[in-house]
Structure formats: structure tokens, C-alpha cells
């Protein structure tokens, strides 16, 4: 079965620091390209960052460039979001996306979620 | 507000033919193909349309995608009570280097 299982999220102050994690199983994870979205309460799906399959390419949404970092460890199938400074308007569900092709810019689709993790942030 | 422009709602009796719009631009519907995602009350997204009409593997023919020039479209047809969930169209943008969303549009099946 093909997975995407999220964690790290949580409760964190403002200007503070947190890491997601996505494990992947079920397909060969370095096939594809990788990419975090997320939704904040009540609201629309937002990008956040995508990652070719070897990490050659990686592109960030304009609101989190310079504070977020996206990286891949493809000998464990897992993805990865280094989120600092962050900020109250970060607060949403992120999930762990897989697109269904290698590279970005891709014009594939995001062919498998996971559940999400949550993160709040508020002092 | 968003990228790429969605009305915010839709509805239609069961039966019944339902289409949704999603409007950008040049850097992203125009050049770019265009997909869609459903969203079910309190579940991850699912992916309903790639590629600008194809439909993955368990989505039923009732759903068809289509794009002309900087506009795009989801067509529903035989409405079901199942087909109740929120819709976002997305495509890559090439001058914001990254995928950009609709806003969404929520589906009442009257």
C-alpha cells in the first residue's frame, strides 16, 4: 500500500523552530518528486516547497522562502521540512505530497497525500 | 486570494450537470497543465484530474477536465450526494517557480 505518514508537528512559540517528517512506503520513494502543501482552519490548500527526486531542484512559496527548508534522504524513504522563525499565519495542517513525476517544474500531479500534521503557532 | 481563480461555491440537484471554473494566467494555466484535487469533509486531498483530462485509477467518467487559453474547467455530471466535497484546480506557475492553488469551491448536491 502506498503511504505517506507525517509527523513533528505541534505547539511552538513564535520566532521558534520545528521539523516535519514524511515517511514514505508502498513505491520507490527516488522516483519521484516530493512536495509539502498546506491548509490553514477553514481555509484553501496553499504550496509550500516541492523537491526533485536527487534534490537537485527545490523551489519554495514566496512566504517561506529564506525561513523554510525542504530536504530528502532517499536510503529512508523520508521527506523533511526544517521550519524556522516561524510565524502565527504558519499555523495549518501540512501534508506530505508525492507527485507522479521526478523533477519540478513538474506538471504532474500530486497523486498521493498523507494525513497530515498539524502545527500551531501562538505564544 | 489566489492565484488562480475559483468561485467559492456550486450546487446542482442530483442528476444534474455541474461545472466550476478556475481562471489564471499566462505564467500558469496557459503554458502549463492543469489538475484537480477533491477534498471530502475532514479528509486529505485526492487527486481527480491530471494531466488536463485524464482521470486516476477508481475516479469515475462523470468527472472531465478541460482548459482553454488562461481558463480552465471541471465538469461533474450525474450528480451524487458523494459528490459533496470542496474542488481546488491547481497548475505550476513559471514566474512564482512553484505550484499555485485555486481557492476552492465547495459542492452542495441540493
Known amino acids: 500500500e502506498v503511504q505517506l505518514v507525517e509527523s513533528g508537528g505541534g505547539l511552538v512559540q513564535p520566532g521558534r523552530s520545528l521539523r516535519l517528517s514524511c515517511a514514505a512506503s508502498g513505491f520507490t520513494f527516488d522516483d519521484y518528486a516530493m512536495h509539502w502543501v498546506r491548509q490553514a482552519p477553514g481555509k484553501g490548500l496553499r504550496w509550500v516547497s516541492g523537491?526533485?527526486?536527487?534534490?537537485?531542484?527545490?523551489a519554495y512559496a514566496d512566504s517561506v522562502k529564506g525561513r523554510f527548508t525542504i530536504s530528502r534522504d532517499n536510503a529512508k524513504n523520508s521527506l523533511y521540512l526544517q521550519m524556522n522563525s516561524l510565524r502565527p499565519e504558519d499555523t495549518a495542517l501540512y501534508y506530505c505530497v508525492k507527485d507522479d513525476v521526478a523533477t519540478i517544474p513538474s506538471d504532474g500531479g500530486l497523486d498521493v497525500w498523507g494525513q497530515g500534521t498539524t502545527v500551531t503557532v501562538s505564544s | 486570494q489566489s492565484v488562480l481563480t475559483q468561485p467559492p461555491s456550486a450546487s446542482g440537484a442530483p442528476g444534474q450537470r455541474v461545472t466550476i471554473s478556475c481562471s489564471g494566467s499566462?505564467?500558469?494555466?496557459?503554458?502549463?497543465?492543469v489538475n484537480w484535487y477533491q477534498q471530502l469533509p475532514r479528509t486529505a486531498p485526492k487527486l481527480l484530474i491530471y494531466d488536463g483530462n485524464k482521470r486516476p485509477s477508481g475516479v469515475p467518467d462523470r468527472f472531465s477536465g478541460s482548459k482553454s487559453g488562461t481558463s480552465a474547467s471541471l465538469a461533474i455530471s450525474g450528480l451524487q450526494s458523494a459528490d459533496e466535497a470542496d474542488y481546488y484546480c491547481?497548475?505550476?506557475?513559471?514566474?512564482?517557480?512553484?505550484?499555485?492553488f485555486g481557492g476552492g469551491t465547495k459542492l452542495t448536491v441540493l
Open positions: 523537491i526533485s527526486w536527487n534534490s537537485g531542484k527545490i
Open positions: 491547481a497548475a505550476w506557475d513559471d514566474s512564482l517557480n512553484g505550484v499555485v
Open positions: 499566462s505564467s500558469n494555466i496557459r503554458g502549463n497543465i
